[in-house]
């Protein structure tokens, strides 16, 4: 009864198990996750001669939705979401924050740029908050947008500077994730720029 009983055992585990094997490769696969980098910029260096300052470029803070590495999108009204099964290499506020470190060293009239991490001497502080870097549709169309408030502070006395808020946009060729990535890239440069003329100006009023 026994030899009966194991035989009986051995042929219902196997038969559950190729039922169940056979479930499984009936399941739909799992979504390939896809990492980008934000484009790379094209600035040059200028001519123009250095200021014997050294800055230091805080990472923005920002809203939980904005501090991940998802690649948000607002579709309509004032929802957010975020395009599925993408992401950034990193999280939104340190991709901006290094973005704007690159654009300082390459212009070169500052180019003592660092991060907080660095915990290098300053004499400057560029503190800000990032308010929106997403893909919003406007008449059915993506276009990218950047909000962001920043604050110079004179690392010396810890005073306010002045602060301004910078806003850029940028048309998307069209829906697809990989041209929407490219006109991050884009929108990025111009508000890179624009933080860089901006801080070069303020920082002229402190040399002697």
Known sequence: MSIRFSRFSRTALLGGLLALLSACSILPEPERLRIFLLPASDSTQTASPQLQKALRILTPQANRILSSPRIAVVPHGNEISA???????????VLLRDRLIEAFRQDGRLPSASNEDDNLP???ALHSDLRAFQSVYVEDAPQVLIRLDAR??????HQMLASRRFE???????PSVEK?????????????????DWTI???RTLEP
């Open 168 to 174: 850029s946009r940028q048309p998307s060729a069209d």
């Open 83 to 93: 395009y599925r099964g993408a992401r950034w290499s990193d999280a939104a506020p």
């Open 122 to 124: 300053a004499d400057l």
């Open 152 to 157: 110079l502070i004179n690392q010396h006395n």
């Open 180 to 196: 929407v990535v490219e006109a991050f890239g884009l929108a990025s440069d111009r508000l890179s720029r624009e933080v860089l």
């Open 201 to 203: 100006d303020q920082a």
